[in-house]
């Protein structure tokens, strides 16, 4: 029997997960493929607002109750990733010295991007590192330290896997004695480019030389490094896209744009616009064109374009170098602050559950649906994590177990099959 093709407004991420049990056959049919941080992720995705727990307020004039559940916090639902999403951005805006900025972007060429997926975490690292570092080398020869907020994604709008670098970086920077302030509003292509090229050539062929590297199905007959430099010689010459745009004079719309979509899912469910327990139909940009086009997908394709963009557990997807950089922040911040005649801001304090809720609906949750009377904290009911990744462990275990047992009995079968005469 078809079901009934659900509307825009209807979808989630969540809901096209559980349909037809589509992430249970996904996570048994790929389990050899499926890295640990997705599959904790997503489980507590599925389980937000349904199996964590809750706090349950009663209302003292009438005793009528109300439940409200506990969240998840991953970083790949919709809901805590916004919320996620915006704390990130209030603190950053927080932070950062009101100045003005420029965005830049630093791709890869596309040959690049397999062994990106095949050696997933050494290779974001060492991308992290050379955008960091040719900014900061180009940036000490002109006599200056700026300050820089880089955020990576992996994803271009049709969810393919596409790593790049978002980089804000204030149009200056202190001086290299810290005792002024130089502004600086152009970053020469001419410069940029190839020095990125050459430092990012030079740390790949750096990971290669120790092992760290391991061929993409596509370049699996490279196997020794005079093999792999003489595939990377054919990039020497290839355009490597970077974009040093506009200089900004308000950070917030890019520190909100880039910062969208590092502590949520890829896709925002608005995109979704069609689901039949089937086939996913979503919208994407084509940047090129800038036309809005729609693709669609099944849904163990669509979970799988969604998934490859989870990072590994404890992976930083947001850094921070120059006179943004952890260690140094307060008291390369405080000199600047000085030089420039700038006051602190007040770090933003976390709205509560409350809070949010009235600021977003408008509508107090605490308040008794019967008589408006303000509910009180009457009981709490905690699910620990650690009982949570215990049952998901478990899970897995058995899936294995049981692919084992098919994969062994398919072999079986084979090997007694009667051989036509």
Not at 235 to 240: G, I
Not at 346 to 372: A, M, W
Not at 381 to 388: G, L
């Amino acid at each position: 029997m078809k079901m009934e093709t659900l509307k825009t407004k209807n979808i989630s991420i969540r809901r096209i997960f559980l349909c037809r049990g589509a992430w249970l056959q996904f996570w048994a049919s790929n389990i050899l493929r499926l890295r640990w941080s997705i599959i904790w992720n997503v489980a507590r995705m599925l389980l937000c607002r349904n199996g964590l727990g809750y706090h349950e307020y009663s209302c003292p004039k009438c005793n009528s109750k109300k439940r409200i559940p506990h969240t998840c916090k991953s970083r790949f639902c919709s809901s805590c990733g916004k919320v996620a999403t915006d704390r990130w951005v209030e603190t950053s805006l927080s932070q950062i010295l009101d100045v003005e900025y420029k965005h830049l972007v630093f791709t890869l060429p596309a040959e690049f991007r397999g062994w990106f997926l095949q050696n997933r975490k050494v290779c974001l690292n060492a991308f992290f590192i050379v955008v960091k570092d040719t900014i900061l080398d180009y940036a000490r020869q002109n006599g200056f330290r700026p300050g820089l907020i880089l955020v990576l994604h992996t994803f271009g709008s049709d969810l393919k896997w596409n790593p790049h670098i978002h980089v804000i970086i204030t149009a200056g920077g202190l001086s290299l004695k810290n005792d002024q302030w130089l502004k600086c509003h152009y970053l020469p292509q001419k410069v940029i480019r190839p020095i990125y090229r050459y430092r990012f050539l030079k740390q790949f062929k750096k990971l290669f030389k120790q092992g760290l590297l391991k061929p993409p199905p596509a370049c699996r007959n490279i196997k020794s490094y005079e093999t792999f430099n003489s595939w990377l010689t054919q990039l020497y010459n290839k355009e490597w896209y970077v974009n040093l745009g506009k200089t900004l004079r308000e950070s917030g719309h890019t520190v909100r744009y880039v910062g969208r979509y590092s502590k949520r899912p890829v896709m925002a469910e608005y995109r979704i616009k069609s689901f039949d327990g089937s086939l996913v139909t979503f919208s994407y940009k084509d940047h090129s064109t800038s036309q809005c086009l729609y693709t669609t997908t099944t849904v163990e394709e669509f979970i799988s374009k969604l998934i490859t963009h989870i990072p590994d557990i404890n992976f930083r997807n947001i850094r921070h170098a120059g006179i943004f950089a952890n260690r140094v922040r307060t008291k390369l911040l405080s000199t600047a602050r000085i030089i420039l005649n700038q006051t602190p801001k007040h770090k933003p304090v976390p709205l509560s559950f409350q809070q949010r809720y009235k600021k977003t609906f408008n509508i107090d949750p605490l308040q008794c649906n019967n008589c408006g009377d303000k509910m009180l904290l009457s009981h709490i009911v905690i699910i620990h994590t650690e009982t949570i990744y215990e049952r998901v462990e478990n899970k897995h275990q058995e899936l294995l177990k049981n692919y084992h047992a098919q994969k062994e009995q398919k072999e079986k079968d084979r090997a007694f099959k009667p051989r036509s005469p």
